[in-house]
């Protein structure tokens, strides 16, 4: 099979009326996430219905068919895994290069905002968006681990990410281990192997997502932004950010300021 190494980012969100088929991408991989309606997905002979919030990829190479009963809504990602990203799914293999996750309410707002931001970044095309947006795409498919591993290691990590998440908690990750009756070094494993990062720096990316909202949706200074999360050092959040997102939180408000 040829592999592409150009940028190969297609992404848009659609509507699909019913009795539709179309044949889907074959060179590249393909990431849907089914917003309404369901769709039958035929490959390899098999046939898979995917239900409304189903993540789902498939992998280069197999037909694929996609026939619409009733009405289907969706977004939907192409993009070169091969030449571009190093990790790989851990998600349910619900079919012949298909793989699949179910996340909950809370994921699946967070999923939509990232497909909301590569569309918005693919748009635009400033210099080096493709690195930026592959660095969306492999956000989208660690969330998926992510989504995937916490059901299966059971409800002590997700009450301590709900705990980190909490930033008016004074409570340090020892505490947050004591709570979950685990010793440090068994919750930082078992935080890391579900969602793929260290509990400081998940307490920090949530820091910076509910920033992103204050930006977005307020006229909160950055000071008033700080102090909402809990940050002593308005600088501190504007050096976090800018090294998060590639851009200062004024530039990111001037840009997706919601009016």
Sequence with gaps: MEIKT????????????????HFGDQKNWNMLLTLDGEVKLSIRGKTLTVTPNTLFMIAPGPLRKFTVPEFWQTWYLHFN?????????????????????????RD????????????????????????????????????????????????HI??????????????????????????????FSMFRETFGTTPTKYREQQMLIQAQQLLENTDMSIKEISQQLNIQHPCYLTIRFTRAFGMSPREYRKRHRVE
């Design 81 to 105: 895994m091969d030449a571009h990203i190093s990790i790989r799914p851990e998600w349910d293999v619900i079919g012949p290069g298909v793989y699949a996750v179910n996340p909950n309410r």
């Design 158 to 187: 997700e009450t301590a990410a709900q705990m980190l998440e909490n930033l008016d908690s004074a409570m340090n990750v020892e505490d947050i281990a004591q709570k979950c009756s685990m010793s440090r070094a068994s919750f």
């Design 6 to 21: 150009g940028y190969e980012v297609y992404v848009g969100k659609m509507d699909f009326p019913p009795n539709h088929s």
């Design 108 to 155: 699946l707002a967070s999923l939509r905002r990232v497909f909301a931001d590569i569309s918005r970044v693919c748009s635009i095309r400033r210099h080096g968006w493709y690195l930026l947006a592959y660095n969306l795409i492999q956000e989208l498919i660690l969330r998926g681990n992510m989504a995937c591993n916490a059901a299966a290691l059971g409800e």
